[in-house]
C-alpha cells in the first residue's frame, strides 16, 4: 500500500473517530458538562488534524515530485515469523489461566524460541528455567508480586 | 538542621541502616528494569517488611528501592527499547539507537551518571530548600496543572520525527483514549462498553508496556540481533569515555525534575519529557535526536531521577505526596509514627535527615553499580532475537499482570502492541501517543476544576502570574520547532 493511501485511510478513520466523539458526548448528563466540553474539544481537534492529513495525502498523491514521500509502507517485514509470534502471544495469554503462569510460560518459551530458529536445545532449556527460576525466587518468593495463577502453578 | 546531621549521620553509619540501602538499590535498580514493575510496587509490598525493621532502616530500603527503581529503568528502555519505568520512556528514544549502534555502554553509562547527578541535586534540594520550596508547590493550581500538561504535550512536536500532522494525531488520541472510564469530577461513565476493568480508564502500565515492548518484539521478529552496526560487535561494546558536554543538560535536567517533581501529580514521566523537549530545542544539531544522541539520555534520565528529592519535599514538610511512589513512602513514614510536618525536621530530625542521607547513598551505590555493571548489561544486545523476544514477552506479562492482578490487562497490553505496531510503521509516534495518555488525566481534571472556578470563563488560563509564566515557557518551546523546518526550507 502506497503511503499517500494509507495516510488517507488513517485521516479518514480519524475523522470518524472524531464524529462518533463528539456525537457520544452529545448524550451526557448535565452533571458532566466539563468532560462534554473536554470532549468537544478533542474530537474538534482530532478532526482538524485528520482533515489536514486526508489533504496532505490527496495533494502529494498527485504530485509526481514527491514519489519518494509516497513509497510504499511495508507493513510486516517477515510474515511467517511476525504471525507466528502474535499467534504465540495469544496463545501464551489464553493458556495461562488454564496452565498457571509457570508451565504456560516454559512452554511458550521453549516453542517460540524454537520456531524464531534457535537450534541449541540444552541452551534454550538452561535459558528458559534460569528466566522462571529468577522470577519465582526474586517477584515471587522475595517480592510477593503476583502471577496468574492457575491448576499447575 | 546543623545539629541534627551529626545524629542523622550517626545513624546512617549503623550496619543495619547501611545493610538496608544496599538491598533496597539493588532491589529497586531490579524492579525497575522490568517493565510494569514499579518502584511504587516495590515499595507498597516492603512497607509490611519494615514493620519490624528500626524506622532508620526501614526508611532507607524503602529510599533505595525508589531511587534504584528510578535508575533502573533505563536499562530496559536502553538496551531493549522497553522502559521498566514509564518514566524512562522518554531514554529510549536516544538509548535504544545506540543500543542499536553497538554504544549500549555507553548509553547506559550516560544514563548512569545523569541519573546520580540528576538524585544528587534533588536530594541537596530537598536537605537544604525543603520548606521554601514546598510553598512554592502550593501556589500551583487547577489552571496551572492544565497548562503543565500542555507544556509536556509541547513535547509532541519534539517527539515527531516525520509528518508533524501524524504527530501531533497521536497525541490527541493519547488523550481521547485518557477519556475512557469515570470523569473524574462527575464520575460519569464514558466509552467503557460495560467492561468493569474499564471503569477506571485504560491501566496505563499495560498500554505503556504494549506500545513500547510488545510493538518492539513483533518489530525484532524480522531481525536476527538487536545490534545492527557491522562490527559494532564486540569490541565496541566494551567502556567507551562519556561524551563530553552534557552538564549543561544534566544541570537542567536534574533542576526540571526537582522542580517538576514537586508539584504533586505531575511527577518523573513529564518532567523527562519536557526536559528532553528542552534539550532538543536548544541543541545546535536537533536533528540527530531519536538517532542515537547520548544528551537526549542525558537529559532524561537527569530529570527522572531529578524527581525523587523533588517529590518528597511537599512529602516531608506538608504531607502530600508528590507521586504514587511518594504516596506509597508515607504510608511507611505513617507506619512508624512519623507524621510529615514540622515535627519531622526537628523532633524525629534523626530519623529524617539520616533518611535523606540515606538517599544520596543510595544514588552512590547505583552509580558504582551501573558504571560497573554497563559493559555487562549491554551485552544484552548480542543474545539472539529468538531467546530474547520469548524472554520480553514472559517479563511484559509479568508486569502487566501484577498492576491490578487482572489476565483483563495482559489482553489490553496485546491489544495495545498490535496497534502500536501498525500505527508506528504508519509513520504516528508511540511516544506522542503515551504522552498523552500520561498527560491526558492530568490534562482533564485541570481544565474542569478551572472552568468550574472561573464559572466557565477561559480568562482564568491567561489571568494568573504563574499562568502567565507557563504560556510564555510553552510558546519559547513550541516557536524554535515551528521555525526550524521553514529556515531549512528556505535554504533548500
Known amino acids: 500500500m502506497r503511503r499517500t493511501t494509507s495516510d488517507g485511510l488513517f485521516g479518514a478513520a480519524g475523522l470518524a473517530l472524531a464524529a462518533t466523539v463528539a456525537l457520544a458526548a452529545t448524550g451526557f448528563p448535565e452533571r458532566a458538562d466539563a468532560a462534554v466540553r473536554y470532549l468537544y474539544f478533542l474530537s474538534l481537534v482530532l478532526g482538524l488534524l485528520s482533515l489536514l492529513l486526508v489533504s496532505q495525502s490527496l495533494l502529494r498523491s498527485r504530485r509526481a515530485a514527491e514519489k519518494a514521500a509516497s513509497a510504499s509502507v511495508e507493513w510486516i517485514r517477515a510474515p511467517r515469523l511476525f504471525l507466528g509470534t502474535l499467534l504465540a502471544m ?16 516454559f512452554l511458550f518459551m521453549l516453542c517460540l524460541g524454537w520456531f524464531l530458529g534457535f537450534r541449541k536445545p540444552l541452551l534454550l532449556l538452561g535459558g528458559t528455567a534460569g528466566l522462571l527460576a529468577f522470577i519465582w525466587l526474586v517477584f515471587v518468593r522475595f517480592l510477593a508480586v503476583p502471577v496468574p495463577g492457575g491448576p499447575w502453578g | 538542621m546543623t545539629e541534627q546531621l551529626l545524629p542523622a549521620l550517626t545513624t546512617l553509619l549503623e550496619p543495619s541502616v547501611l545493610l538496608a540501602v544496599f538491598t533496597g538499590t539493588i532491589g529497586g535498580i531490579l524492579v525497575g528494569a522490568i517493565p510494569g514493575l514499579t518502584a511504587t510496587m516495590a515499595v507498597a509490598l516492603l512497607i509490611p517488611v519494615t514493620f519490624g525493621m528500626n524506622p532508620a532502616a526501614g526508611l532507607a530500603l524503602m529510599g533505595g528501592v525508589y531511587s534504584g527503581g528510578m535508575y533502573g529503568g533505563a536499562i530496559s528502555a536502553i538496551l531493549l527499547s522497553t522502559p521498566g519505568t514509564p518514566a524512562a520512556a522518554a531514554t529510549s528514544f536516544d538509548g535504544y539507537p545506540l543500543a542499536r549502534q553497538g554504544k549500549g555502554g555507553m548509553a547506559l553509562a550516560v544514563a548512569t551518571v545523569a541519573s546520580f547527578w540528576g538524585g544528587m541535586l534533588s536530594t541537596a534540594a530537598l536537605l537544604l530548600l525543603a ?19 500542555i507544556m509536556g504535550l ?29 470523569d473524574p469530577l462527575s464520575g460519569y461513565l464514558r466509552f467503557s462498553f460495560g467492561v468493569v476493568e474499564l471503569y477506571d480508564g485504560i491501566s496505563f502500565m499495560p498500554a505503556l508496556i504494549g506500545l513500547f515492548s510488545v510493538s518492539q518484539i513483533l518489530e525484532l521478529t524480522a531481525e536476527s540481533r538487536i545490534l545492527q552496526e557491522v562490527g559494532a560487535d564486540p569490541a565496541t561494546l566494551k567502556r567507551e569515555p562519556l561524551p563530553k558536554g ?40 536537533p536533528e540527530t535526536f531519536g538517532k542515537g544522541n547520548p544528551v537526549g539520555v542525558a537529559a532524561a534520565e537527569s ?59 543510595a544514588n552512590v551505590l547505583f552509580l558504582v553499580l551501573g558504571l560497573t555493571c554497563a559493559p555487562l548489561f549491554a551485552r544484552v544486545v548480542r543474545l539472539p532475537n529468538a531467546l530474547l523476544i520469548p524472554a520480553i514477552a514472559v517479563l511484559s506479562v509479568v508486569g502487566s499482570y501484577a498492576i491490578n492482578n487482572a489476565l483483563f490487562d495482559v489482553w489490553l497490553m496485546l491489544a495495545f502492541g498490535a496497534t ?26 485541570g481544565f474542569g476544576q478551572s472552568l468550574i472556578m472561573s464559572d466557565g470563563s477561559w480568562r482564568i488560563f491567561f489571568e494568573r502570574p504563574l499562568c502567565l509564566l507557563l504560556w510564555l515557557l510553552i510558546a519559547a518551546l513550541l516557536i524554535p520547532a515551528f521555525r526550524k523546518p521553514r529556515r531549512a526550507k528556505a535554504s533548500a
Open chain 2, 131 to 149: 520548606p521554601a520550596l514546598a510553598r512554592f508547590s502550593l501556589r500551583f493550581g487547577a489552571p496551572e496543572y492544565f497548562l503543565l500538561s
Open chain 1, 90 to 105: 495469544l496463545c501464551y495469554a489464553w493458556i495461562t489461566p488454564h496452565l498457571g503462569f509457570f508451565p504456560a510460560s
Open chain 2, 246 to 285: 552534557l552538564a549543561p543538560t544534566i544541570l537542567r535536567g536534574g533542576l526540571i525534575g526537582t522542580l517538576v517533581g514537586m508539584l504533586p501529580g505531575a511527577g518523573a514521566t513529564i518532567s523527562a519529557f519536557i526536559s528532553y523537549n528542552v534539550a532538543k530545542q536548544l541543541s545546535p544539531k
Open chain 2, 420 to 445: 502500536g505496531y501498525f500505527l508506528d510503521r504508519a509513520g504516528f509516534s508511540l511516544g506522542a501517543l503515551v504522552l498523552g495518555l500520561i498527560l491526558g488525566p492530568i490534562a482533564e481534571l
Open chain 2, 154 to 182: 509541547a513535547s509532541i512536536v519534539t517527539l515527531t520525527k516525520g509528518n508533524m500532522v501524524k504527530g501531533l494525531l497521536s497525541g490527541v488520541l493519547g488523550l481521547l483514549l485518557a477519556t475512557v472510564g469515570m
Open chain 2, 303 to 361: 530529570a527522572n531521577n531529578g524527581c525523587v528529592g523533588g517529590s518528597l519535599i511537599p512529602l516531608l514538610t506538608l504531607g502530600i505526596p508528590g507521586n504514587s511512589v511518594a504516596a506509597a513512602l508515607m504510608g511507611g513514614l505513617l507506619i512508624h509514627g512519623l507524621i510529615p510536618g514540622p515535627e519531622l525536621f526537628t523532633r524525629f530530625g534523626a530519623v529524617t535527615y539520616g533518611f535523606i542521607l540515606s538517599l544520596f547513598l
